[in-house]
């Protein structure tokens, strides 16, 4: 079992900055991958980046390549993900996600079903 705990959300300029961050609690089982994942004011719910837990491999979806960066769980079981050059486009609620079961790959890690355990969700909103 992980919860999964989202924060760091906010407002900022765009062209600005934020970095959220993703705390696993509870952990009693270990997991191979967190994804992020961006839901837009009535859009769906879409992936923007992944990183394996135990080494360096990482995936970005191509709006935010460049743009965001996202680090492997430090001693606190956190994942940060580092947003830079904002755009009003990148608001939305941001999730976290823990794939406990296998590792994603380049043709899957945008699956949303491959990952049990969800946070509840930081909002964003980029805006002048």
């Known amino acids: 079992q992980l919860t999964l705990v989202e924060s760091g959300g906010g407002w900022v300029q765009p062209g600005g900055s934020l970095t959220l961050s993703c705390t696993v609690y509870?952990?009693?089982?270990?997991?191979?991958?967190t994804g992020w994942f961006h839901q837009a004011p009535g859009k769906a719910r879409e992936a923007v980046a992944c990183?394996?837990?135990?080494?360096?491999?990482?995936f970005y979806e191509d709006s935010v390549k460049g743009r965001f960066t996202v680090s492997r769980p430090d001693a606190n079981n956190t994942v940060f993900l580092r947003m830079d050059n904002l755009k009003p486009e990148d608001s939305g609620i941001y999730y976290c996600?823990?794939?406990?079961?296998?590792?994603?790959?380049?043709?899957?890690?945008?699956?949303?079903?491959?990952?049990?355990?969800w946070g509840k969700g930081t909002q964003v909103v980029v805006s002048s």
């Open positions: 509870d952990r009693t089982v270990d997991w191979y991958a």
């Open positions: 990183i394996h837990t135990y080494d360096e491999t990482r």
């Open positions: 996600a823990a794939d406990d079961y296998s590792l994603p790959n380049e043709f899957t890690w945008r699956e949303q079903t491959k990952y049990a355990y």
